[in-house]
């Protein structure tokens, strides 16, 4: 898969139903990934996270209609998904800085959001420390909590601290297994292709992993249990002090690593690793592509 190309595959897709519905489900089937992780990957390469982008440039495209003076607004704003005149004044205001009756009634200045395009740009300033591992299938035990994909950035940090606060991850420490992927993990699982609008966010440890002489750990009382099958991972080193430290992993994985890679990502949830003295690992699920195989 030519990553680049399903990038800018979705562009033309979001561009082409910027007047009517745009589906999640639609852009994770073009991306192969998880609603989630597009909308991750997305928000480091383009610094700007995906639903606002859609918006700027409905509001783009809206201004230029106003200015035509052809349409009613109310009209415009039915166009471009707005229930109601006074909720797309209240938008267009927010993103031009200017109500659109104003627009049409005078000479003022209004902004504009181009469409995105892709491409490579190889940078090498800074080295990113990975490793690729095929590692066997393995277990976790934690809480799993269900969240609208939409609202995850804002939602997973409230996770964590109502999980050192209710206890917890102190039941965590009683019963924790020293094996990888390790330390406390915090697991994007969901908002795939057909399923979007929803995911789940675990908070685990690994209790197995298909190995000899790997002794099973069952799941204290309360907690669940979940089985992810053996696969291809990156294994990011993230160091440093959080949230920096995973943010700067996500921003060169995605802008840099996986366009030029040769591989795609697998339909496996993220997962961070979070251990002592600010040691940190991600694990991406990948898989190579056809040029490859």
Request: charged share 25%; with cysteine.
């Amino acid at each position: 898969m030519d990553w680049i190309k399903q990038l800018n595959k979705i562009m033309d897709y979001i561009d082409d139903n910027l007047q009517g519905e745009i589906s999640n489900d639609r852009i994770s089937e073009i991306a192969c990934c998880s609603i989630y992780n597009f909308q991750r990957m997305f928000s480091y390469i383009a610094q700007t996270s995906l639903s606002e982008y859609v918006r700027s440039r409905r509001m783009t495209l809206a201004a230029f209609d106003i200015i035509k003076g052809n349409e009613r607004i109310v009209d415009i704003a039915l166009k471009y998904g707005y229930d109601s005149q006074d909720a797309f004044s209240r938008a267009f205001r927010n993103f031009h800085g200017v109500l659109p009756s104003a627009v049409r009634k005078e000479s003022v200045l209004v902004k504009s959001c181009p469409k995105l395009s892709f491409q490579i740009m190889v940078k090498g300033e800074e080295k990113m420390n990975y490793q690729i591992e095929r590692w066997p299938a393995f277990k976790v035990f934690g809480i799993s909590n269900r969240i609208k994909t939409n609202e995850a950035f804002a939602f997973v940090p409230q996770i964590w601290e109502k999980a050192w606060k209710d206890g917890t991850m102190q039941k965590f420490t009683k019963y924790f297994p020293d094996y990888r992927p390790a330390g406390f993990l915090g697991i994007a699982d969901g908002g795939e292709w057909g399923n979007s609008e929803e995911m789940n966010y675990i908070l685990a440890v690994t209790n197995h992993v298909d190995t000899p002489n790997c002794d099973y750990v069952p799941a204290p009382e309360g907690m669940m249990e979940f089985a992810y099958p053996a696969a291809t991972w990156a294994i990011i080193n993230a160091d440093g002090e959080l949230p920096n430290a995973v943010q700067e992993v996500y921003n060169k994985f995605y802008s840099e690593w996986l366009p030029s890679s040769g591989y795609k990502l697998s339909d496996l949830p993220v997962i961070e690793c979070y251990m002592q003295d600010n040691h940190q690992e991600v694990w991406i699920a990948i898989e190579e592509t056809e040029k490859q195989l």
